[in-house]
Every structure is written in structure tokens, then in C-alpha cells.
């Protein structure tokens, strides 16, 4: 069964930093792209950033560029998001999700459960 | 960035009638070379993650009832439930994956009447 399960999340103080996690099976992790999408507080959906299957191409929403990190590890079936300098506004449930192709344009197949993130003093 | 414009916001349908949500990109999602809409639907029940439903706009995911059907190419794309069932109760979003950013529409709340 193809899995995803997101860890990570927690309440920071504004300009602090948190490590989110998203440990994958059942599936050839680094065969496909890997993304982040967020969800505020009754919003709607925002994709964050995503990676390549080989980790060498990342992409990133303007908002986060510079203070989000996105990164794998093949060896260990993981996908990650360091976030720095986080702001309120970054609060959301945090979810991992499975893109279709290794590549920049896909839809996401697969998703997590989410892990959530408030940003608050 | 793409915008990506859904209709209505929410919705109340009757159980065993349709549902239709519209959503409308601000620019083409239509790749030319393959011919293929770049554009997908999600449901999201509440609190669960989103679950894909459609893509290449009007092919389901495996598993999807096929009261579920996707039509629309360019700009403006519909989402139909043939015949609305209690567990339809959700939030649809659509999404396109033509450019980056990636964008979702703001999504559709669907209820029962």
C-alpha cells in the first residue's frame, strides 16, 4: 500500500525554524517528484514547493523562496522541509504529497494525512 | 501565476441529482503538443487530505465511481457528479499543473439539500 506520513509539525515563535519530515513506502520513492502543499485554517489548498526524484531540481513558492528548504533522501525513502524564519502566516497543516511523473508538471496521486505548524508568541 | 477560478463557492444538491462545479483558469492549461489539459480535481472530506479524483481533466484516477466525470479544455473546465451520494459531501478543488507555480482553485463546498 502506498504510504505517506508527515512529522514535524509544532507551535514556533515567529522567526523561529521547524523540520518537517514525510517518510514514504510502497512505491519507488525516488522515481517521482515530491511536493508540499499547505492549508491554512479553513482555506484552501496552496502548494509550497516540490523536488525532483533525484533531489537535483527544486522549486518553490515566491512567498516561501529563501526561508523554505526542500530536500531528499532516496536512501531512506524521506522527503523533508526545513522552514526558517517562519512567519504567522505560515501556519497550516503541512501535507506531503506523491506526484505522478519525476518532473516539474504533475498532478499529485497520493497524499498524506498533514502535519500542522503554528507560528505564534 | 495561473489563477484558477471556481463556481459556485458552495452548493446544496438533492440525493440522486447532479452537481456541477465549474472551474476556470486564466490562462490556457492546454499543452498544443499533446493535446492534454493540465488540469485536475481533488475531493477533500473534512478532516481528511485531499484525494485525487481527476486529471488530464476528464480521465478518473482508478477507483473513482464513475458518477465522477471531468469535461471542459483550455480555460473552462466542469466537474460533474452524476447522481449525488451522502458520502459526496466534501470540498472539491481544482488544480492546474501546466506552470509553477502549481494553483489551486479556492474550492467548492458540496452539501446535501
Known amino acids: 500500500e502506498v504510504q505517506l506520513l508527515e512529522s514535524g509539525g509544532g507551535l514556533v515563535q515567529p522567526g523561529g525554524s521547524l523540520r518537517l519530515s514525510c517518510a514514504a513506502s510502497?512505491?519507488?520513492?525516488?522515481?517521482?517528484?515530491m511536493t508540499w502543499v499547505r492549508q491554512a485554517p479553513g482555506k484552501g489548498l496552496e502548494w509550497v514547493s516540490g523536488?525532483?526524484?533525484?533531489?537535483?531540481?527544486?522549486l518553490y513558492l515566491a512567498s516561501v523562496k529563501g526561508r523554505f528548504t526542500i530536500s531528499r533522501d532516496n536512501s531512506k525513502n524521506t522527503l523533508y522541509l526545513q522552514m526558517d524564519s517562519l512567519r504567522a502566516d505560515d501556519t497550516a497543516v503541512y501535507c506531503c504529497?506523491?506526484?505522478?511523473?519525476?518532473?516539474?508538471?504533475?498532478?499529485?496521486?497520493?497524499w498524506g494525512k498533514g502535519t500542522t505548524v503554528t507560528v505564534s508568541s | 501565476d495561473f489563477v484558477m477560478t471556481q463556481s459556485p463557492d458552495s452548493l446544496a444538491v438533492s440525493l440522486g441529482e447532479r452537481a456541477t462545479i465549474k472551474c476556470k483558469s486564466s490562462?490556457?492549461?492546454?499543452?498544443?503538443?499533446?493535446?492534454?489539459?493540465?488540469l485536475g480535481w481533488y475531493q477533500q472530506k473534512p478532516g481528511q487530505p485531499p484525494k485525487l479524483l481527476i486529471y488530464?481533466?476528464?480521465t478518473r484516477e482508478s477507483g473513482v465511481p464513475d458518477r465522477f466525470s471531468g469535461s471542459g479544455s483550455g480555460t473552462d473546465f466542469t466537474l460533474t457528479i452524476s447522481s449525488l451520494q451522502a458520502e459526496d459531501v466534501a470540498v472539491y478543488y481544482c488544480?492546474?499543473?501546466?506552470?509553477?507555480?502549481?494553483?489551486f482553485g479556492g474550492g467548492t463546498k458540496v452539501e446535501i439539500k
Open positions: 504529497a506523491k506526484g505522478n511523473v519525476d518532473g516539474d508538471y504533475y498532478y499529485m496521486d497520493v
Open positions: 510502497g512505491f519507488t520513492f525516488s522515481n517521482f517528484a
Open positions: 523536488v525532483s526524484g533525484r533531489g537535483d531540481r527544486t
Open positions: 490562462q490556457t492549461v492546454l499543452y498544443s503538443s499533446n493535446n492534454k489539459n493540465y
Open positions: 488530464w481533466a476528464s
Open positions: 488544480q492546474q499543473y501546466y506552470n509553477i507555480p502549481l494553483t
